[in-house]
Every structure is written in structure tokens, then in C-alpha cells.
């Protein structure tokens, strides 16, 4: 089993609409989390980082259930530029080595 | 200021060739990491350096795999006897300090493709 599994996509959207991504994790130590947005032959970017009380930025909103392992991206209006591959990120502790899962791919269109 | 720089940008090798990838971290930056993906896949660790120790190496898929960073700046990634299997993009990050909550900067990677 992957330390980080995520829905493999691709999502195809409507600019203007709602899409949810959802991640699990095995590590129940890990101490982050974050969702990091990759462009095609781009490096990888942080987008945000993912708190237990949740916390949105503009129009993303990312939540962490601990019980669960269990990690969520939002994405409120989808944007023509919000199209990317988006990646679900753990820190299992220690010191700042990441463990990314293998991305979903949003495609947004007109 | 300048980011994490990489290069080559490209490399092509024949198998059995011995490739260097160089990552040049952000100034001042304790943390460098090297992480390699595949194609469809998110990238996976390899190493970890903090100033010029190594202090993980887990990740190294074989001992054809070496890094070193001897000044605690700019690190090389080497590859002997590369294989076709070891085709991928090479990324190196680097951030600030050691804390797990210190955000990584990416390079743009090498791509490298084994003929």
C-alpha cells in the first residue's frame, strides 16, 4: 500500500465549478500536510499547507481529519488556470522529508 | 532573489554511461533534498543533506546512485552505469532549515532519458 494515495483523476470541469480532491495517508505520526500544484514539465509549487481546524485561501479550502488520515482540497469557481496536476503531500516527522502522492489531474475547460 | 537552479535541463545518455546532475540551493539554505518522477507519478525521495552531511540516503534506488554537497551549498547527483529504468526527472529542493515545517523550493529538474 502507497504511503499517500490520492484519486487518480482526471477530472474534466466546467470554468465555474466546485471540484473536491481527496487523499489518504498511512502514517499516523506524520506531523504536515500540504497540497502542492504541479504544472505540465513544471517543478512542483506549494499551493497550501493543511491545518485540523481547516483552512481556506481565496478560493481553496484544504482540510485534515487526523481519526481518518484523511486530507481534502476544495476548489470553489474553477479558473481556465487552475488547470494542473495537484499533489497530496505528507511529512512523516523529523526533518521535513515529503511523501507525495501520485497527483490528480484537473483539467478545466471553457 | 534566485531560486534552486538545476542542470543540465536535458540530458540524454546511452545506457551504461555515467551522468552528474548538479542543484544549485538557495543561498543560505541548510536543507537540500533530491527527490526523482517518474512519469505519472508524484515525486519520491531519495536523499537528504543538511548543510554538507548526508543524513539519509534511504531513498537511493541502488548503489549506482551517489550524492555528496562537501561545501553545504551546491550538490551533485551521480549515476553510474545508467539504465533505462532510471529515466525520470531529478528534482532538488532546498528550504531554509531543518524543521518539518519549513516549505521546500523546488528546481525545474533535470530530465533525464536513458537510450
Known amino acids: 500500500r502507497k504511503e499517500v494515495e490520492q484519486d487518480p483523476g482526471p477530472f474534466n470541469v466546467p470554468e465555474g465549478a466546485t471540484v473536491a480532491f481527496n487523499c489518504t495517508y498511512s502514517n499516523s505520526a506524520s506531523q504536515s500536510f500540504f497540497w502542492y500544484r504541479q504544472d505540465c514539465r513544471k517543478e512542483p509549487k506549494l499551493l497550501m499547507s493543511?491545518?485540523?481546524s481547516g483552512n481556506e485561501d481565496g478560493r481553496f479550502t484544504a482540510q485534515l481529519n487526523r481519526a481518518s488520515q484523511y486530507i481534502s482540497l476544495l476548489i470553489r469557481d474553477s479558473k481556465l488556470s487552475d488547470s494542473a496536476t495537484y499533489l497530496c503531500v505528507v511529512n512523516p516527522g523529523g526533518y521535513n522529508k515529503l511523501i507525495f502522492g501520485a497527483g490528480t489531474r484537473l483539467a478545466v475547460h471553457p | 532573489g534566485a531560486g534552486v537552479s538545476q542542470s543540465p535541463r536535458y540530458k540524454v545518455a546511452k545506457r551504461g554511461q555515467d551522468v552528474a546532475l548538479r542543484c544549485d540551493p538557495i543561498?543560505?539554505?541548510?536543507?537540500l533534498f533530491w527527490y526523482q518522477q517518474a512519469l505519472g507519478q508524484g515525486p519520491e525521495f531519495l536523499t537528504y543533506f543538511q548543510n554538507e552531511a548526508q543524513l539519509d540516503k534511504s531513498g537511493l534506488p541502488s548503489d549506482r546512485f551517489f550524492a555528496e554537497r562537501p561545501e553545504g551549498s551546491v550538490s551533485t547527483l551521480k549515476i553510474q552505469r545508467t539504465q533505462q529504468e532510471d529515466s525520470a526527472v531529478y528534482l532538488c529542493a532546498s528550504s531554509s532549515s531543518r524543521g518539518y515545517e519549513e516549505t521546500q523550493y523546488f528546481g525545474p529538474g533535470t530530465r533525464l532519458l536513458v537510450l
Open positions: 543561498s543560505g539554505h541548510v536543507s
Open positions: 493543511v491545518y485540523s
